[in-house]
């Protein structure tokens, strides 16, 4: 498929897992909201549908039974705290730029206590994201937890300005994504989100390719990529990276709204469903000649 056209038919993909995202995305503060419970914050995987399947829609959104109009459920990562779960973060600002920070959380639960037992999901107990928030960085960590139920990592905050962290977790049967702002000194010059491109390299030189197929709104769309390594096609020996053939973790720009999703099946091929305009950066890791590799790829929605 043509660059354009890949592109193209991404964009009608993009028309299906944060639905009513875009006017939310401006309400809620960039460090999430401090409301949780009575705001229909999702907690439901990426993929689900967010409204019960007898309610109304009035203008495109959501409407309970009396037609009145619902309010959109937040879509993940935009809040500190939901149902009952908070993320506290050690040490939300740090005064210089440092390589190896030592990044420590936890998860406390209503009571304030910190949280101990999590759920394995794809392999992991806890999957922590920090990106910033000009979306030229992107870490995917998976920390150790101490006995008292702090998490700890070793991040690259090296360059200065705010960065986003995510702690992606499961309890109970249902993923649940908590995300804050840490503000990191030094020199910050933001830069502009690069513009779409069908062709992405790894920092080990793989050619990447976005690949996709459209999909009708409101149906889960299809996400697929293309591994090159010399020219040729190397997806057949990618090896297996937390269970799967490998993740992809959506971002929107500005608010970044998350999805994070892995593949069903021996491609690299997603399932996912993102119905709000706007520019999104995807990036998609996987596992090759034992080295995980990340591309990213930018992605504009028209409204």
Do not use: C
């Not at 705001?39 to 993929?47: D, K």
């Not at 549908?49 to 309010?71: I, L, N, W, Y």
């Not at 949280?115 to 960085?137: C, G, N, P, W, Y």
Request: hydrophobic share 40%; proline share 7%.
């Amino acid at each position: 498929m043509a660059g354009p056209a890949r592109i193209a038919a991404f964009a009608a993909v993009l028309v299906a897992v944060f639905a009513g995202a875009a006017l939310l995305g401006g309400a809620v503060e960039p460090a999430g909201s401090d409301t949780d419970e009575d705001h229909g914050a999702g907690t439901s995987r990426p993929g689900a549908r967010q409204a019960a399947d007898d309610h109304r829609s009035v203008g495109g959104e959501p409407a309970d039974a009396h037609g009145a109009k619902a309010r959109a459920p937040t879509p993940p990562g935009l809040r500190v705290a939901q149902d009952g779960y908070r993320l506290i973060v050690n040490r939300p600002r740090l005064a210089s730029g440092e390589p190896q920070a030592r990044f420590e959380f936890r998860i406390e639960d209503a009571s304030g206590q910190p949280v101990r037992q999590f759920e394995l999901a794809h392999e992991k107990t806890m999957h922590f994201i920090v990106v910033r928030r000009d979306l030229t960085s992107f870490q995917h960590l998976h920390p150790t937890m101490r006995p008292d139920g702090t998490w700890a990592a070793r991040v690259d905050l090296s360059r200065g300005g705010v960065y986003r962290v995510f702690a992606d977790f499961t309890r109970e049967g249902a993923q649940r994504t908590l995300g804050a702002d840490v503000h990191v000194g030094g020199p910050y010059r933001p830069e502009v989100l690069p513009r779409p491109q069908p062709i992405a390299r790894t920092e080990g030189g793989l050619a990447v390719s976005l690949d996709t197929e459209a999909a009708q709104a409101g149906e889960p769309g299809r996400v697929e990529f293309e591994v090159r390594q010399d020219g040729k096609v190397v997806n057949d020996r990618l090896q297996p990276y937390l269970g799967a053939r490998g993740h992809l973790v959506a971002l929107r720009e500005g608010d970044l709204a998350y999805l994070h999703t892995h593949p069903e099946g021996e491609e690299l091929a997603f399932g996912a469903e993102y119905p709000s305009a706007g520019s999104y950066r995807l990036f998609v890791q996987f596992l090759h000649e034992g080295k995980v590799q990340t591309a990213a790829f930018t992605q504009v929605v028209p409204r």
